[in-house]
């Protein structure tokens, strides 16, 4: 009987317990406005001892665990949202690094399905991400790079890989620290 009374008490304190961590955790999620159909990782750092001052942000991934969108909540002077998204080409690889775009205003954490609306109020005409061109062969060889801004979409940097020739590489010998111009021994 006094097995029974305790096993009672027991499972009314475990649904006690499981009912204020729900609420609680409720109460967190009620600050936010976090889009639960997508994978995310949402961070909060104390700027202040009573966490009056924070810093919030949510990080979307796909089903592969890539990251397509950094939102920082609340990130601007007037309290908008600025946000961060990823693109990538059809082999998976990520071929435009964007500059944050401020958001005319807040969804507390909310994935943004148009990111790009902020950006004439932001950059106005200007091209705001940088681009990696994949070599066609090699399917990890960046090509070229083109940086960020208007003016440098004519002048992309193009990247080589070379191999040297038989003889190019010259084998010269030099003193040794510590020696009398000893010439250093070649390695078989």
């Known amino acids: ?4 009374l305790i096993k009672r008490k027991e499972k009314a304190v475990m649904k006690y317990a499981s009912l204020l961590m729900l ?3 409720g109460a967190a999620l009620a600050q936010t406005n976090l889009s639960t159909d997508k994978n995310f990782i949402y961070t909060k750092n104390c700027l202040d001892a009573d966490c009056v001052k924070k810093s919030e942000s949510v990080q979307y991934f796909d089903g592969l665990g890539r990251p397509v969108q950094s939102v920082a909540i609340k990130a601007t002077p007037l309290g908008r949202d600025v946000v961060t998204p990823v693109e990538y080409n059809p082999l998976g690889k990520q071929v435009k690094d964007y500059l944050p775009i401020p958001q005319s205003g807040t969804t507390n954490g909310a994935f943004y399905d148009s990111p790009f609306d902020g950006v004439p109020a932001a950059y106005g005409t200007e091209r705001i991400y ?7 062969v090699y399917t990890d060889r960046i090509k070229q ?8 979409t004519q002048k992309p940097v193009s990247l080589g890989y070379d191999t040297n020739m038989d003889g190019e590489v010259k084998n010269t010998s030099s003193p040794q620290p510590g020696r009398k111009g000893e010439p250093i021994p070649r390695l078989p």
């Open 145 to 152: 790079v083109v940086s960020i801004g208007t003016a440098w």
């Open 1 to 4: 009987m006094m097995k029974h």
């Open 23 to 25: 609420l609680f955790s």
């Open 130 to 136: 940088s681009e990696k061109i994949y070599d066609n």
